[in-house]
């Protein structure tokens, strides 16, 4: 049978994967690709980062040992769509281009994976999750606030995206923030609806949590109110793993607290969907891409270990976690109306 319209073989899927494995009417996740760059201000080519990560996630293994599985099959099969075609499109355009791409495909029970060029693109694939998930919680992965009003008189400036998604009303978690103007930090102490965990508190060894992860982490997922939308701009990640972006800086997340944090978050108030941004390969260097390939696959199993432990969970936890649930939707909305 071959592969519908609109979607990618093995030849050029993520993962490489084969028939039946890549077909989006059996897949639980599905991988898309919105390759966008307009207000880069510093190292260009983010719009290359997700062909590089496609690329790149052909070499990664498909047996997880943690796991003790292959989560692709768990999931029954990861579909990659046909990247997005902007053209011309920039800025609020692009967004809603992206959004439309998007918004067709969420659905409760799958897994959406966007790739983007720069961070603004996030929001059009945050926006369409919004829809379908009025309550859910964004948890920003990044070195910068990406809260200022506007940036260069753009207000879809990368520089800018997530005070988008406070404009939208939706609740804001941020990790791994060191690189910030004193806008943003006005921003953050003046909203009720913004919760940040700095670099220097959660990494640095001197900070409030001393370096260790377990307690920082727990205290993220208690921040989330709702399901998680995960926006992941790769330079939250220290550049010793990612050197390949657009603005790099010193001082952030490790590899394997950043499992730690996504395993966390699937368990906790699980995850719904994400998006990963900001790679700008370096020619000939394949390491950077390949390791965020390699994270993507990671994180996918852990949502499907996660929601398959809920599944298994006696009627009573579910019962509980719903009421929690619901509990927390509640005074989520109240916030918001303030
Ligand atoms: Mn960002």
Avoid at 178 to 200: G, H, Q, V, Y
């Amino acid at each position: 049978m071959a592969i519908p319209a609109g979607w990618l073989g093995p030849e050029e899927n993520f993962l490489a994967l084969d028939e039946p494995w890549c077909r989006p009417d059996q897949a639980g996740v599905y991988v898309l690709s919105a390759p966008y760059e307009h207000t880069s201000s510093y190292i260009m080519g983010s719009d290359h980062g997700p062909p590089a990560i496609l690329e790149a996630s052909r070499q990664v293994e498909l047996y997880d040992e943690v796991l003790d599985c292959e989560p692709y099959r768990a999931w029954g099969g990861i579909a990659t769509a046909s990247p997005l075609e902007l053209g011309s499109r920039v800025d609020k355009a692009a967004v809603d281009a992206i959004e439309a791409y998007v918004a067709p495909h969420v659905k409760p029970g799958r897994l959406l994976v966007t790739l983007t060029g720069e961070h603004t693109g996030a929001l059009g694939a945050i926006r369409a999750h919004a829809k379908v998930w009025p309550e859910l919680c964004v948890v920003q992965i990044d070195a910068h606030g990406d809260l200022r009003q506007a940036y260069q008189g753009n207000p879809y400036s990368h520089a800018s995206v997530m005070a988008r998604v406070v404009q939208d009303g939706l609740p804001l978690v941020q990790v791994g923030i060191r690189s910030i103007c004193p806008e943003e930090m006005d921003l953050i102490r003046s909203s009720k609806s913004i919760t940040t965990f700095f670099a220097s508190h959660i990494c640095d060894p001197s900070g409030r949590y001393r370096g260790r992860s377990a307690p920082w982490i727990r205290d993220v997922v208690k921040a989330c109110r709702g399901p998680v939308y995960l926006t992941f701009d790769c330079d939250g990640l220290d550049p010793s793993i990612v050197p390949a972006l657009g603005t790099p800086e010193p001082g952030g997340l490790a590899w394997y607290e950043t499992l730690a944090l996504a395993k966390a978050l699937a368990e906790g108030p699980g995850i719904i969907g994400m998006d990963v941004s900001e790679i700008a390969p370096i020619p000939g260097f394949a390491a950077p891409q390949f390791s965020i390939a390699r994270l993507i696959y990671r994180i996918i199993g852990r949502v499907h270990a996660a929601r398959q432990r809920a599944d298994r969970a006696p009627v009573s936890h579910r019962r509980a976690a719903r009421t929690e649930f619901r509990r927390n939707t509640r005074s989520n909305r109240a916030r918001r109306r303030k």
